[in-house]
């Protein structure tokens, strides 16, 4: 590869940021209106996704949920859609310009927690956790979350009624740094 071309060889791994291309891909919508006729929803919900790098964008490997009182209610592992396959840090070496650093593992496991053996056991899809998300959460559930657009964005899920600590409590740098969790 010569000095400033891109890397011609396999698939790459990409992060989708403008909104028209990720609905395009997955559409977004808004959680369910409130139904007095089906089960409650959850007034208050924790939501964590790990996301994962693939051919596809960063997409959404896991999904989290706590209750109000602290009980978890959803811990679910998502399979990727048909054709898109989970990075692997071989095709990165085939493009020099690539900065290995960020790409740990194949499955951002660092961060993530995923891994190639507990991925191959995920059976649901984007849309499958959306419709369980969807039987747990409505419109007026709150949302409490660490960089909860993230989370929101890769579940393609539109809602106003948020917490984010991320927001709550800023790095003392100021955006676009943020605290980690860790550190709160």
């Given at each position: 590869?010569?000095?400033?071309?891109?890397?011609?060889?396999?698939?790459?791994?990409?992060?989708?940021s403008?909104?028209?291309?990720l609905?395009?891909?997955?559409?977004?919508?808004?959680l369910?209106?409130?139904?007095?006729?089906?089960p409650?929803?959850?007034?208050?919900?924790?939501?964590?996704?790990e996301?994962?790098?693939?051919?596809?964008?960063?997409?959404?490997?896991?999904?989290?949920?706590?209750?109000?009182?602290?009980?978890?209610?959803?811990?679910?592992?998502?399979?990727?859609d048909?054709?898109?396959?989970?990075?692997?840090?071989?095709?990165?070496?085939?493009c020099?310009?690539?900065?290995?650093?960020v790409?740990?593992?194949?499955?951002?496991?660092?961060?993530?927690?995923?891994?190639?053996?507990?991925?191959?056991?995920?059976?649901?899809?984007?849309?499958?956790?959306?419709?369980?998300?969807?039987?747990?959460i409505?419109?007026?559930?709150?949302?409490?979350?660490?960089?909860?657009?993230?989370?929101?964005?890769?579940?393609?899920?539109?809602?106003?009624?948020?917490?984010?600590?991320?927001?709550?409590?800023?790095?003392?740098?100021?955006?676009?740094?943020?605290?980690?969790?860790?550190?709160?």
């Amino acid at each position: 590869m010569e000095d400033g071309e891109g890397c011609s060889h396999g698939p790459h791994v990409f992060s989708e940021s403008v909104p028209e291309a990720l609905h395009a891909r997955h559409a977004f919508s808004f959680l369910p209106a409130v139904d007095h006729t089906s089960p409650p929803k959850l007034d208050v919900a924790a939501i964590d996704c790990e996301m994962i790098y693939t051919t596809g964008g960063l997409r959404v490997a896991r999904v989290s949920v706590i209750d109000g009182c602290g009980k978890e209610v959803l811990d679910q592992l998502i399979r990727m859609d048909d054709g898109v396959q989970v990075m692997c840090i071989d095709h990165l070496n085939s493009c020099a310009l690539v900065n290995l650093e960020v790409f740990t593992s194949d499955y951002n496991t660092r961060f993530s927690g995923v891994t190639a053996d507990n991925h191959t056991a995920a059976t649901t899809d984007l849309a499958g956790i959306r419709a369980v998300l969807n039987t747990l959460i409505d419109s007026n559930t709150i949302l409490i979350g660490h960089g909860l657009e993230n989370d929101l964005k890769t579940l393609r899920i539109i809602h106003g009624r948020c917490i984010d600590t991320a927001l709550l409590f800023p790095h003392k740098a100021g955006k676009p740094y943020r605290r980690s969790l860790k550190e709160l």
